[in-house]
T-cell receptor, first 110, second 114 residues
Framework: DTEVTQTPKHLVMGMTNKKSLKCEQH?????MYWYKQKAKKPPELMFVYSYEKLSINESVPSRFSPECPNSSLLNLHLHALQPEDSALYLCASSRDSEAFFGQGTRLTVV | AQSVAQPEDQVNVAEGNPLTVKCTYS??????LFWYVQYPNRGLQFLLK????DNLVKGSYGFEAEFNKSQTSFHLKKPSALVSDSALYFCAVRAPISNYQLIWGAGTKLIIKP
């Protein structure tokens, strides 16, 4: 099983809303990631969790708040987003080398 | 600065012909090298990797890639292209002490024409 599951697949939210993105993997991977991807561009790293601890925060605005409740789950809490935050948000996990990605959440901020 | 270059924004190939998608990198040490494919409105799918060993690595869907240390290249190849191979392809590199961070190429759109 090399599956990373993300929910929801699509999300439309207003600039005053609070929402959460969820990610789950059962491959025993100890590193989990959040990426942001704009159309036809490479993904941009946002956060890395290693052994359930935040190890990298790529200077992401505080309106994005990650959470790792356990070794299989990763959440991204969203609050007061801006229209320019509209993008595909990808979750990934890895053990030693390659990362496996979820299908992403297509987020539209209105 | 460390970087990955995919010199072609788009590659057009006729179905049945061989294809090559180019990738060169500038990373210190002995990096890990990866290719990913992305279909429209989908996540990234891992295709193959090079860490050490044989310079020719085989991956999913009949793809292979050749590592060339002297030219710092890791070109993606397939002997006979399919229309279903049409997608966006990303090369990525991880430096040995990068702490999980990948350096990505800009991506190459591959179009296979029937």
């Amino acid at each position: 099983d090399t599956e990373v599951t993300q929910t929801p697949k699509h999300l439309v939210m207003g600039m005053t809303n609070k929402k959460s993105l969820k990610c789950e993997q059962h491959m025993g991977h100890r590193a989990m990631y959040w990426y942001k991807q704009k159309a036809k561009k490479p993904p941009e790293l946002m956060f890395v969790y290693s052994y359930e601890k935040l190890s990298i925060n790529e200077s992401v605005p505080s309106r994005f708040s990650p959470e790792c409740p356990n070794s299989s789950l990763l959440n991204l809490h969203l609050h007061a987003l801006q229209p320019e935050d509209s993008a595909l948000y990808l979750c990934a996990s890895s053990r030693d080398s390659e990362a496996f990605f979820g299908q992403g959440t297509r987020l539209t901020v209105v | 600065a460390q970087s990955v270059a995919q010199p072609e924004d788009q590659v057009n190939v006729a179905e049945g012909n061989p294809l090559t998608v180019k990738c060169t990198y500038s990373v210190s040490g002995n990096p890990y090298l990866f290719w990913y494919v992305q279909y429209p409105n989908r996540g990234l799918q891992f295709l193959l990797k090079y860490i050490t060993g044989d310079n020719l690595v085989k991956g999913s869907y009949g793809f292979e890639a050749e590592f060339n240390k002297s030219q710092t290249s890791f070109h993606l190849k397939k002997p006979s292209a399919l229309v279903s191979d049409s997608a966006l392809y990303f090369c990525a590199v991880r430096a040995p002490i990068s702490n999980y961070q990948l350096i990505w190429g800009a991506g190459t759109k591959l179009i296979i024409k029937p």
